[in-house]
Nanobody
Framework: VHLVESGGGLVQPGESLRLSCAASGFTFENADMNWYRQAPGKERELVASISPDDSRRQYADFVKGRFAISRDNAKYTVYLHLNSLKSEDTAVYYC???????WGQGTQVTVSS
C-alpha cells in the first residue's frame, strides 16, 4: 500500500489549495478514505472522510463549509479542496485508508500573510 500526498504550499489567508493523494497497492474503489492533519505541537486530527462510492462525505466541524473531499476511482486519487484558508489551518495534511494503518509522507500547508 502506497499513499503520496501533494499540492501543499504557502498561501495567504482566504486563498485556496487542492491537495491530492495518489494511492496504489490496494483496491481503491472499495476503500473508505480519510484526510487528517497535524499542526505543530498538536495531535493528528481527522479532517474529512469519503465512502468508496462517494455517497457519503463527512467533515470535522472546524472545516465544514470551507473544505471539500472528493475522489476519482479511475485515477486512484482522493482530493481535499481547501477554501477560505485560515492561519489555524497550517498543518501537515495526510491521507489514509480508513481500515489500514498506512500513512503517506504528508504535504505541508502554510497559511500566512
Amino acid at each position: 500500500v502506497h499513499l503520496v500526498e501533494s499540492g501543499g504550499g504557502l498561501v495567504q489567508p482566504g486563498e485556496s489549495l487542492r491537495l491530492s493523494c495518489a494511492a496504489s497497492g490496494f483496491t481503491f474503489e472499495n476503500a473508505d478514505m480519510n484526510w487528517y492533519r497535524q499542526a505543530p505541537g498538536k495531535e493528528r486530527e481527522l479532517v474529512a472522510s469519503i465512502s468508496p462510492d462517494d455517497s457519503r462525505r463527512q467533515y470535522a466541524d472546524f472545516v465544514k463549509g470551507r473544505f471539500a473531499i472528493s475522489r476519482d476511482n479511475a485515477k486512484y486519487t482522493v482530493y481535499l479542496h481547501l477554501n477560505s484558508l485560515k492561519s489555524e489551518d497550517t498543518a501537515v495534511y495526510y491521507c489514509k485508508v480508513r481500515d489500514l494503518n498506512v500513512w503517506g509522507q504528508g504535504t505541508q500547508v502554510t497559511v500566512s500573510s
